[in-house]
């Protein structure tokens, strides 16, 4: 959400900067803009659309310089235009863009409008860069007018500003927000993701809560919220701009659904040996923490919240241990129970999740026993704060809606469900087989994928469709809601999902011919009465696809309309199965749609605001 992207070098910076904000387009935005500093002069250009819009207007007024700032906003406080686009700036001086959101603005606003300042936008970011005015003005340098700035706000942010009475250095902060410093030769950099910076750098700091950065041209400095200079590691990533390009696909959605048993293998690697999941891959000081863990609590968003839903099934199942799940957004404004030798997990794919870090600071306070994070960002915030980790090794996954995050969330979360059912009493025989299956999972995700062209078929059928439904049971119900947002999310067709044995208490009032309904059958013991559920619906009329393993599918084939059939597998881990069809599904409508399947609308990838 939102993508800051600064620069300080010896060469000029404008490709740098619109080359960051093009890699940053898949965390969402509706504006554009930058601003750089040449002969002591501040120059910008903004505009109210896609980065492409920003460079035609470049390359129509062309400005340069060796220091910038550049951003893409997602817009919180007043509309998408031209007027509340970042950067902004105060008096021709001071030029800042931010991330995140300013609660107490209103107030700092007013102080502003008494001290002469006047305001051109509707946006909480524009206090900041005339506090950084007033107090320069004052004669305090760019580094401690940023320090006293922050010290005032009230929420989260991250920030990087420039000033045209220090020309050579850009500074940074980050409260709440991420926001990283990029080490290259003989220049520097800040942006919101290491993705933005990859073409000219593979070393970074991960700035920690409260730093503030000062980057030059030869030099940089991070000091604390007290001004006291601080020691970060630079780190040095694996990952290169190749990896985080579409290749051969037409999406980067389609790429990433099809990179599903590459990640889910790279998740397996070096966790599971000779039928075993090996010790201490949830950290050093995992043994104690598992072996005392009496019930799970687990928090999350959007689909990673479902994940967390299909975990506690098999938990409770295979573990025998009471699991609760709930929305992030839900836990942080509650006082929840929290029974003794409780163990907190967190899942996110960015680690920079807002609702989720607050929830997680949350739980450090509130006795739980212990936190394990399930994240796909070695260096976020989430990673860094909570007691045990497992990163599910995804890699860079750029669509905003989730694909290769989610499986690779379910298999990290099988690790866990199975290590902590050994522990509670789990049959060896059981366990062997569950662990042999999980091995086995790439291999039939890569059969699951070869159902592509039956399914852009299939896709035919929704795409002139406003509704539809998804049913599923046990397990599979989170799997029917997570098939349903991904189908809202990039086609905006309205989609909801409902346990099957729901459809009595409402829902079937809904089934037409025009309300197309999705039913999740994998072959467990719940598959009778899903499709008792099943004809309820096609003797209403309502059009009916059903997605199901082999063994449940050739049975249903002659009975209950449309059945695919993916490879059958043990019911541990169908839902990960069952639920490349349901994106492959959402990605084709959406393709017929002609909506855009990337980045659609209103959406963003990291939400690091409420």
Not at 407 to 422: G, H, S, Y
Request: hydrophobic fraction near 40%; charge should be negative; charged fraction near 20%.
């Amino acid at each position: 959400m939102c993508g800051i992207v600064a620069a300080t070098a010896h060469r000029a910076i404008p490709e740098i900067l619109l080359a960051g904000l093009k890699a940053l387009e898949y965390r969402g935005y509706d504006s554009a803009g930058m601003a750089l500093i040449q002969d002591d002069t501040l120059a910008r250009l903004r505009t109210a659309g896609k980065v492409a819009e920003l460079e035609s207007l470049w390359q129509e007024t062309p400005i340069t310089g060796l220091v910038g700032i550049a951003h893409t906003r997602w817009a919180t406080h007043g509309v998408p235009n031209t007027s509340n686009a970042h950067p902004h700036v105060s008096r021709g001086s001071v030029a800042l863009v931010h991330n995140g959101i300013i609660e107490n603005h209103h107030d700092l606003r007013e102080e502003l409008k008494g001290a002469g300042f006047e305001f051109e936008s509707d946006t909480d970011t524009e206090v900041m860069v005339h506090m950084v005015e007033h107090l320069m003005g004052q004669g305090g340098s760019l580094l401690d007018a940023v320090l006293e700035m922050t010290g005032k706000l009230v929420g989260a942010y991250a920030i990087a500003v420039t000033s045209t009475r220090e020309p050579g250095a850009v500074v940074g902060a980050r409260k709440g927000s991420p926001l990283v410093l990029g080490v290259g030769f003989d220049e520097h950099f800040l942006a919101s993701d290491i993705h933005a910076l990859l073409p000219v750098t593979s070393r970074f700091i991960y700035l920690e809560e409260g730093d503030v950065a000062e980057i030059t041209v030869d030099s940089y400095r991070v000091v604390d919220a007290d001004g006291e200079p601080v020691a970060r590691p630079v780190k040095e990533t694996e990952l290169s701009a190749d990896a985080v390009s579409r290749g051969q696909y037409r999406h980067y959605m389609l790429k990433e659904i099809h990179e599903q048993p590459t990640a889910i293998a790279e998740t397996l690697e070096g966790r599971v040996y000779h039928g075993q999941i090996l010790p201490n891959i949830f950290g050093a000081e995992a043994e104690p923490l598992l072996a005392a863990a009496e019930h799970i609590h687990i928090v999350a968003c959007g689909t990673s919240f479902h994940a967390g839903l299909v975990a506690r099934y098999q938990l409770e199942e295979l573990a025998g241990l009471p699991c609760s799940v709930e929305i992030a957004s839900e836990y942080r404004y509650r006082r929840p129970v929290v029974p003794p030798n409780t163990l907190f997990v967190s899942i996110s794919q960015s680690g920079e999740t807002l609702d989720t870090m607050a929830a997680l600071r949350h739980a450090r306070k509130a006795g739980y026993l212990g936190t394990l994070a399930i994240c796909n960002v070695p260096e976020s915030s989430i990673v860094r704060e909570s007691d045990l980790v497992l990163m599910t090794r995804a890699g860079p996954e750029i669509g905003v809606a989730s694909t290769k995050a989610f499986t690779t969330q379910l298999v990290a979360l099988q690790l866990l469900v199975l290590e902590l059912a050994r522990r509670h009493g789990l049959d060896a025989e059981q366990y062997d087989r569950h662990v042999s299956d999980l091995e086995h999972l790439p291999v039939a995700l890569n059969q699951a994928l070869a159902l592509d062209r039956n399914i852009e078929r299939l896709a035919e059928r929704f795409a002139d469709k406003h509704h539809a439904l998804y049913l599923g049971r046990g397990s599979h119900y989170p799997i029917a809601m997570e098939g349903a947002l991904k189908l809202k999310e990039i086609s905006y067709i309205h989609a909801e999902a409902y346990p099957a044995g729901e459809l009595k208490h409402g829902p079937l009032a809904l089934v037409d011919e025009d309300m197309p309904v999705v039913a999740v059958a994998p072959n467990d013991r719940l598959l009778e009465k899903l499709m008792s559920n099943v004809e309820e619906v096609r003797s209403r009329g309502g059009e009916m696809y059903v997605i199901a393993d082999q063994m449940a599918g050739d049975g249903l084939k002659a009975h209950h309309g449309e059945v695919l059939s993916v490879p059958t597998i043990s019911p541990l881990l169908a839902p990960i199965i069952l639920t490349v069809p349901l994106q492959l599904l959402a990605y084709h409508v959406a393709v017929l749609k002609g909506t855009d399947v990337d980045q659609p609308r209103n959406l963003a990838k990291s939400v690091t605001v409420e």
